[in-house]
């Protein structure tokens, strides 16, 4: 699933690609799991001769903001995707929307699961679903030692916190291991049995990663070799960290969790 990391990268590329554009044409494929609010027809009604004015995110939410005062609000799900480049150049297998702007490029919301959502929004950031969500961890900076307060109240396995988006907006699966990891600190902890030092290590270890990760552009293949990500996939029996310390598997929160219990405590 695309995390704040790679949601953040796809908002950049269409910001950088597509601001200032005008749409020309609008499909929108008849998919009521992902247009759930709004039909395909009134959208391509609200978007047409549109200029794209700018971008927005928050957590694994992302939305375009045009000069009419509609915001397309968007969520990849699992497997959704922004695609972009010229018509004919671009696999359209499973566009569910396609944007075609005034100098022939065209934007395609992929999606071949169907998991991820598109809506239509006058104020995104001020209406749910993501008023509902807590702070931003790239872009918000309540401190460290907030969230050691908030995260001492909570009798949740950590991990499970994390995963929460009212709490912390953007953390998915990859990213709560790593950063359970790197904080060396067992997933399965509750959160009101966690010290303030320790909770203010993961609070650290949240920031780092996912800077680092934004930066990079969500390139997993430039990301540090002493992550655990390299190594956390698949369930494998034998998966070995870098320093070759075993690599388990377990179940936290519903989600299946990679960890190394020689190094997290």
Not at 221 to 228: A, H, I, M
Request: some cysteine.
């Amino acid at each position: 699933m695309p995390e704040l990391a790679e949601v953040e990268t796809v908002r950049r590329a269409v910001e950088t690609g597509f601001r200032g554009k005008r749409i020309v044409t609008v499909i929108c494929r008849q998919d009521p799991i992902v247009f759930d609010e709004l039909g395909p027809r009134a959208f391509t009604g609200r978007l047409r001769g549109q200029t794209l004015i700018g971008t927005g995110r928050k957590g694994k939410f992302f939305w375009l903001t045009f000069d009419g005062g509609w915001s397309v609000l968007m969520h990849l799900g699992m497997t959704g995707w922004i695609e972009q480049g010229r018509f004919g150049q671009m696999d359209l297998r499973f566009a569910r929307m396609q944007l075609e702007f005034e100098d022939e490029t065209w934007l395609a919301f992929t999606d071949p699961r169907r998991l991820g959502r598109i809506r239509l929004r006058t104020d995104p950031l001020g209406e749910p679903p993501v008023s509902k969500l807590g702070f931003d961890v790239y872009l918000d900076d309540p401190g460290r030692d907030w969230f050691a307060a908030e995260v001492q109240k909570r009798k949740a396995p950590i991990k499970a916190i994390l995963l929460d988006q009212g709490f912390t907006a953007g953390i998915g699966n990859w990213l709560a291991d790593e950063i359970l990891f790197q904080a060396r600190i067992d997933p399965r902890r509750r959160g009101d049995t966690l010290t303030r030092t320790e909770a203010r290590a993961i609070y650290r270890a949240m920031k780092r990663i996912v800077n680092r990760a934004v930066k990079l552009g969500a390139d997993d293949t430039k990301f540090p070799n002493t992550w655990l990500f390299h190594h956390r996939w698949g369930k494998n029996a034998e998966a070995r960290t870098s320093t070759g310390d075993p690599i388990e598997h377990c179940t936290v929160g519903g989600r299946t969790t990679a960890w190394v219990p020689t190094v997290q405590v």
